[in-house]
């Protein structure tokens, strides 16, 4: 089960795809805001049952997840569908209004930084979810984090990262 909405919800639930027995992406509108690119290739994948115009309203467990509840938006009727995972991708909208007129950010607000993690202000450095990159797992934002240490304590130490 997948909760998704725009590119990153589509490319979430396009991955699981190739993982899953079975995906059943739940978006509250009857066609994916995502990018056209995540369209056929879901549209084409053998396992996901869409339900559309639907939005969760409860999770069904006892010990673990059993289920969630549905509801659609239209119609206002409830289905109960089965599921032992469920991953919420909603979007996502960077923590970054701190920084605002401070820092480079992109279109969506994410901090520009090199590979070093640098961005435009010498000793300021951007890791993990607030810095614009293609990819956000956890593995990414601890790798951005070593590479920033090492970056600050070259600054720090007056020579310049490269």
């Known amino acids: 089960m997948i909760v998704v909405g725009g590119n990153s919800a589509a490319e979430d639930a396009l991955l699981l795809t190739g993982i899953a027995q079975k995906v059943i ?10 990018t056209k690119i995540y369209h056929e290739p879901l549209q084409q994948a ?3 049952e ?4 639907s939005t969760v309203i409860q999770l069904l467990h006892g010990d673990k997840l059993t ?5 659609n938006l239209r119609t206002g009727e409830e289905t109960d569908p089965t599921c032992n ?18 820092l480079e950010r992109d279109t969506s607000g994410y901090i520009i930084a090199d590979e070093t993690t640098r961005t435009n202000l010498p000793g300021v450095y951007a890791v993990g979810d607030v810095r614009a990159k293609p990819l956000r797992q956890v593995v990414t934002a601890v ?3 070593a ?16």
């Open 67 to 71: 289920g969630v509840r549905l509801q």
């Open 46 to 48: 053998k396992n996901p």
């Open 50 to 53: 869409f339900c559309w115009n």
């Open 85 to 102: 995972a469920i991953f919420i991708c909603v979007g996502r909208q960077p923590a970054t209004e701190l920084v605002a007129g401070q």
């Open 25 to 34: 992406p739940v978006h509250r509108r009857d066609t994916l805001r995502a």
């Open 143 to 145: 790798a951005d984090g």
């Open 147 to 162: 590479v920033a240490i090492h970056a600050a304590e070259q600054y720090l130490a007056g020579g310049e990262t490269t």
